[in-house]
Nanobody
């Protein structure tokens, strides 16, 4: 069982940066691939980035590649998403999630946080 709590969301102007954190509970954090998803109003929850348990492999959505960086600290049981050069279209609720597999598919993630709002103004 893994419980996830996101933090770090907020409001920022276009071109700015934010760093999201996701604190995990449970003893097996390093056994899970971790991912970030986002959901804008009226849209489905979409894949943003994922990272393997040992941080060896990462994947990004094309829309965030080169601007966002996913990372994790297994000793601290924390997942991060550094978001730079933010755009208004990045506005969404951001969720962290845990999966047994390094995948992009939302349905393959077993545990989810409650989400944190990111708002980017132009």
């Amino acid at each position: 069982q893994v419980q996830l709590v996101e933090s770090g969301g907020g409001s920022v102007q276009a071109g700015g940066s934010l760093r999201l954190s996701c604190a995990a509970s449970g003893r097996t954090f390093s056994n899970y691939a971790m991912g970030w998803f986002r959901q804008a109003p009226g849209k489905e929850r979409a894949f943003v980035a994922t990272i393997s348990g040992a941080s060896i492999t990462t994947y990004y959505a094309d829309s965030v590649k080169g601007r966002f960086t996913i990372s994790r600290d297994n000793a601290q049981k924390t997942l991060y998403l550094q978001m730079n050069s933010l755009k208004p279209e990045d506005t969404a609720v951001y969720y962290c999630a845990a999966s047994r597999f390094l995948v992009r598919a939302r349905d393959e993630y077993d545990y989810w946080g409650q989400g944190t709002q990111v708002t980017v103004s132009s």
